[in-house]
């Protein structure tokens, strides 16, 4: 978690701390996406409906966030300026290499003919990259966040069957359980965030 009374409550601190929680709500929601689709029409048209509402809800509450950092002062420090850069840069690295991954995986598993693969790398790839932007914003949570996607990604490919049989219906096991995963991961992390963000306002408004 932030430590918070480390942090400089301004309107740069907490509209990152929104902008963490508009990023968990959207991976969250498309790896949510990615679930639906292993399930392969079962669930519809509710369980779609209901993933969107969720999406809806977070987005929401990382909106009013960022609205409520207008009222606080700005960070205008020089150092602070040149650590805001630092960070930025770094974080275009990270995610850059992250991309750069996602995709090679994406390649390696189409061309031998094992795409089934490519859903639990990508969340083995994804949860990875969030240990370095742990100790970048100095999020600790975002280290607990790394963990359970890698967990999420090995558990899935040494104990889950790629296709399983639900009802009646065949489904993609793997995308769905990645899928579903990585969203409740993400999701609950955005949730986390967004009460550090709550926090921050409160803190502000009592100096």
């Not at 430590?3 to 601190?13: F, I």
């Not at 009013?64 to 002062?73: A, E, H, V």
């Not at 219906?169 to 409740?184: D, N, V």
Request: with cysteine; proline share 3%.
């Amino acid at each position: 978690m932030l430590h918070l009374s480390e942090v400089v409550v301004s309107k740069a601190a907490l509209r990152g701390t929104a902008t963490g929680v508009l990023l968990m709500t959207f991976f969250g929601t498309a790896w949510a996406g990615i679930g639906i689709g292993g399930l392969r029409g079962w669930g519809n048209p509710w369980l779609p409906v209901f993933v969107i509402v969720i999406g809806i809800v977070l987005f929401v509450c990382g909106y009013t966030l960022i609205r409520s950092s207008q009222k606080l002062p700005g960070y205008s420090r020089k150092s602070g300026i040149q650590r805001s850069k630092r960070i930025g840069m770094w974080f275009n690295i990270i995610f850059g290499l992250e991309f750069i991954l996602v995709a090679a995986a994406g390649v390696i598993c189409g061309s031998i003919n094992h795409f089934e693969y490519f859903f639990p790398v990508m969340t083995l790839i994804v949860g990875a990259h969030f240990l370095p932007l742990a100790y970048l914003f100095k999020v600790n949570v975002y280290y607990i966040t790394g963990a359970l996607l890698c967990f999420l990604s090995i558990i899935t490919i040494l104990f889950v069957p790629v296709n399983l049989n639900l009802w009646n219906h065949e489904i993609i096991a793997w995308w769905s359980f990645t899928g579903f995963g990585s969203s409740l991961i993400l999701w609950g992390t955005s949730i986390i965030i967004w009460l550090i963000g709550r926090k921050m306002l409160r803190l502000a408004k009592n100096t």
